[in-house]
């Protein structure tokens, strides 16, 4: 075999295993307020297998939700052009299910890539990353599905 068809061998079983990779991942692009990937994400430190319910946020584009709240909606207040900082207003309904008043909650955000995030809320940073759906406990796996 001459080096040209050892080469176009190579780029074809390079180009059908980036392909199979590429499918394997049907779940939603980055986007939304954030740029950030939507799902379920956990507390540095923290198996994704197995979060404690504090170290859980959900993010689905418009905001963060917790263990304890839903439907939440950012409000960005203040976000520099190329800047990966927002100070936003996030309103959510505070109760996991259920009726429950709406609250508001000042929060900065700083994204450090569409997997990682960092939660400024009243002083306390807590960094949080992007769990995989198959990675996550079989409850919180129907959630974000």
């Not at 709240?69 to 203040?78: G, I, L, Q, Y």
């Not at 900065?108 to 809320?121: E, K, P, Y």
């Not at 990353?129 to 079989?138: F, I, S």
Request: charged share 15%; glycine share 8%; with cysteine.
């Amino acid at each position: 075999m001459n080096t040209r068809n050892i080469y176009t061998v190579i780029m074809l079983a390079l180009g059908a295993s980036s392909a199979a990779l590429a499918s394997a991942d049907t779940s939603p692009k980055p986007g939304g307020v954030y740029q950030l990937k939507p799902g379920i994400y956990v507390a540095k430190g923290s198996d994704c297998g197995a979060p404690a319910n504090a170290a859980i946020r959900q993010y689905d584009g418009q905001g963060l939700s917790t263990a304890h709240t839903r439907a939440c909606k950012a409000t960005v207040r203040s976000h520099k052009r190329g800047s990966s900082t927002y100070t936003i207003d996030q309103s959510c309904i505070d109760a996991g299910a259920g009726p429950a008043p709406r609250v508001m909650q000042r929060q900065q955000i700083v994204v450090q890539d569409a997997l990682t995030f960092t939660q400024v809320i009243k002083g306390d940073r807590t960094t949080y990353r992007y769990c995989p759906v198959y990675q996550l406990p079989a409850d919180l796996q129907k959630a974000v599905r």
